[in-house]
């Protein structure tokens, strides 16, 4: 589900570049205010991600879940980057602060790592290349 957290992550970048230009208080001040700017930065791309996910994947076959299913991962996977696109907004002031705190996800994986596999014969956390990690018994 790397599709809608590059989506609202590219739009928290806009954001913070925003911010670093001094232009992000001027549109904070027009009719929609403070929360209005903030939700059609964060909040639209999720939404949009929301409604593009399903069928990019339905369009190139990419999955074989049932509807239901695949809705319910889009929402899953547009709420996870609501959430990351917010937490990148929030911790930083510019947009290399922005990029520094998305580094933040692979400095944890790390130490998750060390403190569960590190000299374990099984390793239980797997990095999938363009997706993310997950937690299994591999033998």
Avoid: W
Avoid at 42 to 71: D, E, K, Q
Avoid at 74 to 87: D, E, H, K, N
Avoid at 92 to 119: C, F, P, Q
């Amino acid at each position: 589900m790397i599709t809608p957290i590059m989506y609202c992550f590219s739009f928290a970048m806009i954001l913070l570049e925003e911010i670093d230009d001094k232009v992000a208080r001027y549109f904070m001040i027009m009719p929609p205010g403070k929360s209005g700017y903030l939700l059609s930065r964060v909040g639209l791309p999720a939404v949009i991600s929301l409604l593009f996910t399903p069928l990019l994947l339905l369009f190139f076959h990419i999955s074989s879940m049932n509807t239901s299913a695949l809705l319910s991962v889009s929402l899953l996977g547009a709420t996870m980057a609501f959430i990351v696109a917010l937490i990148i907004v929030s911790l930083s002031t510019n947009k290399l602060e922005g990029m520094a705190a998305t580094k933040m996800v692979d400095v944890y994986i790390t130490y998750l790592r060390k403190k569960v596999d590190e000299n374990q014969p099984i390793k239980l956390i797997h990095t999938i290349r363009g997706i993310g990690y997950c937690m299994k018994v591999k033998e």
